[in-house]
C-alpha cells in the first residue's frame, strides 16, 4: 500500500503535471467499464484532472501519455485491461443511467404470451375425430355448416327397405362400427353424402353433413346395431332419388362423385 501513498507524490514529480491532484469529480468511477478495475483512486484523480471524465476520454490517452504523467506499470496495465473489455450491458433503472424509460421494453416476448390466431374451420372439425365419445358429441355440434360441394369425393351410406325410415325420420345415418375410421378420414364439411338402398336399388343425394363423424350420436336408432353415426341436414323425402343403381359403402373417387352429382342435378 506504500505505492498508493506515493502515487500523488509520483504525479507531482512527472513532467505532464506539477501539482497534486485534486479530490477529483468522482464521474470515472462511475463508469461501469471502470467500477471493478483493480485502479486506484488517485489514477482516476489524476485522469479527471486531465480533463477525461469518460471511457471515451481516457482511450484517447497513449500509454507513453500516461507513463508521463506517472502511473505505475501495474496500473496501465490495468486499466488497458479494463478499456480493452467489452462494454457491460446496462438496463434501464441502473444508477448510472438516465431516467427516461426506453421506448421500447428490451424483453422478448415469450412464444406463448403471444396471441394465437383462430382455428381454421377444417382445423375446428379436426377436433371432432379426435378425443374421447363425448368430446366428439360437442365437437359435432359445433363443426362448421357448409354446402357440399363438385370438388370434394362423395361418401356413401347404406339402408334396407328396413333402416330407411330411421335414417329419414332421425336425419342420421349409421354403419357398422369397424367404418367409423374411414368415415373420419374420408368426410369432411364439404362431402357429398349419398343413401343407398339396397333393397329397392336406388341411390339418394346429396346430402349435407351436420356435424363429425362419432361413435353413438343416437344409442337408439337400429337399437344400437349400425354405431358410427353421422348427421345431415336435408329432408331425405326432397332430395333426389336415382334408380337402378347399384353402390356400395364408404369413400366414393373425385371422378365417381361429379359424374353421380350431375345425374343427380339431370334426374336421370
Given amino acids: 500500500m506504500a505505492a498508493l501513498s506515493r502515487f500523488p507524490a509520483m504525479v507531482a514529480n512527472s513532467r505532464e503535471v506539477a501539482w497534486a491532484p485534486p479530490a477529483g469529480t468522482g464521474k470515472l468511477q462511475g463508469q ?80 406463448d404470451d403471444e396471441p394465437k390466431p383462430a382455428p381454421a374451420p377444417q382445423q375446428q372439425w379436426a377436433t371432432a375425430t379426435g378425443g374421447n365419445r363425448a368430446q366428439r358429441r360437442a365437437a359435432a355440434a359445433a363443426a362448421p355448416k357448409k354446402a357440399t360441394s363438385n370438388n370434394s369425393p362423395g361418401f356413401v351410406f347404406l339402408c334396407n327397405r328396413l333402416s330407411r325410415g330411421e335414417v329419414r325420420d332421425r336425419k ?22 349419398f343413401l343407398y338402398d339396397f333393397d329397392a336399388k336406388t341411390l339418394t343425394g346429396p346430402c349435407t353433413p351436420d356435424g363429425a363423424p362419432a361413435l353413438d350420436i343416437d344409442r337408439d336408432a337400429w337399437r344400437g346395431r349400425f354405431p358410427a353415426q353421422l348427421r345431415f341436414r336435408e329432408e331425405l323425402d326432397k332430395v333426389t332419388t336415382l334408380r337402378n343403381t347399384k353402390y356400395k359403402s364408404g369413400p366414393l373417387p373425385l371422378s365417381d362423385t361429379r359424374t353421380l352429382l350431375q345425374r343427380l342435378a339431370a334426374g336421370k
Fill in 32 to 111: 461501469a467499464q471502470l467500477r471493478d478495475a483493480a485502479l486506484a483512486p488517485a489514477v482516476l484523480q489524476v485522469l479527471e484532472a486531465r480533463g477525461c471524465n469518460d471511457v471515451a476520454a481516457v482511450k484517447r490517452l497513449s500509454s507513453a501519455t500516461l507513463e508521463q504523467m506517472g502511473v505505475p506499470p501495474r496500473y496501465r496495465d490495468a486499466l488497458a485491461a479494463a478499456l480493452s473489455a467489452p462494454a457491460p450491458s446496462t438496463k434501464w433503472g441502473d444508477d448510472d443511467s438516465d431516467d427516461t424509460p426506453p421506448t421500447q421494453s428490451r424483453r422478448r416476448a415469450r412464444v
Fill in 172 to 193: 342420421l345415418f349409421g354403419l357398422g362400427k369397424g367404418q367409423l375410421r374411414d368415415m373420419e378420414k374420408h368426410i369432411t364439411s364439404s362431402t357429398p353424402l
